[in-house]
């Protein structure tokens, strides 16, 4: 098992964390926790697990990583509903990141939905 931390910023080792939601041995059990794993995804550059916690309603066919773009801090500022017995909610959150082009940071607030039980990223509001 990996002791890497992991990318979300929890404290705690990617395999224990993030890397158990992307191999699909458990799911988020909430909006926050979808959205630090999808971040992380970004972080490890896995689109699959992206692609597969997007709502078929906004999800893209495809989707390709630009692996110059090294993420490496997020912020969680805030969000309404998202827990556990909610069908809905929004995380708001700033990560940062590094490119060619320098370092820069991207302000969201995301919207989710459980879709069949399980939460779904569905787009981002403004």
Do not use: I, N
Not at 18 to 24: K, S
Not at 39 to 65: E, I, N
Not at 104 to 124: I, K, M, N, P
């Amino acid at each position: 098992m990996s002791s890497t931390r992991c990318p979300c910023l929890s404290g705690r080792p990617y395999d224990e964390c993030c890397g158990v939601l992307h191999r699909g041995d458990a799911a988020p059990a909430t909006a926050e926790l979808l959205m630090r794993s999808r971040y992380s995804a970004f972080a490890v550059g896995d689109a699959p697990y992206l692609l597969r916690t997007w709502h078929p309603s906004t999800r893209p066919v495809s989707l390709t990583l630009d692996d110059d773009v090294r993420w490496y801090r997020l912020d969680v500022l805030g969000g309404s509903l998202g827990g556990p017995d909610d069908t809905t909610g929004t995380v708001e959150f700033r990560a940062y990141f590094r490119s060619g082009d320098g370092a820069d940071s991207q302000h969201e607030v995301s919207r989710f939905v459980r879709d069949h039980g399980r939460w779904a990223y569905l787009d981002a509001l403004g």
